[in-house]
């Protein structure tokens, strides 16, 4: 089993940065991507950034240029780096990891889920 665990969330004022971890443990798996979705309450869960095992990146319209994902494979971390932060960004944010089939002609596992972290924009 992975377990993921997230920190990082937190208050901060508008225009300010907030940066979201997402370390993995558990055993071994090979990544095929690594998803941030984020909840405000009465909405639907919505994608915010997505990074595939070969490097590419998609972000959802209303965060391009402003939050970026990247990944440490020695830390088996996923972060999100959220600058000019704005209120409609106050969410619960969780982190979603797809992996690689364990074998050739195995399927798909089901994609792991953080536990969610706050994130608060307000003065």
């Known amino acids: 089993q992975v377990q993921l665990e997230e920190s990082g969330g937190g208050l901060v004022q508008p225009g300010g940065s907030l940066r979201l971890s997402c370390e993995a443990s558990g055993r071994r798996f090979s990544l095929n991507a690594a998803r941030w979705y984020r909840q405000a309450p009465g909405k639907e869960r919505e994608l915010v950034a997505a990074?595939?095992?070969?490097?590419?990146?998609n972000y959802a319209d209303s965060v391009k240029g402003r939050f970026t994902i990247s990944r440490d494979y020695a830390k088996n971390t996923v972060y999100l780096q959220m600058n000019s932060l704005k209120s409609e960004d106050a969410a619960v944010y969780y982190c979603n990891i797809q992996a690689d089939p364990p074998c050739i002609e195995c399927p798909y596992p089901p994609p792991y889920w953080g536990q969610g972290t706050q994130v608060t924009v307000s003065s």
């Open positions: 990074l595939t095992s070969d490097g590419s990146r």
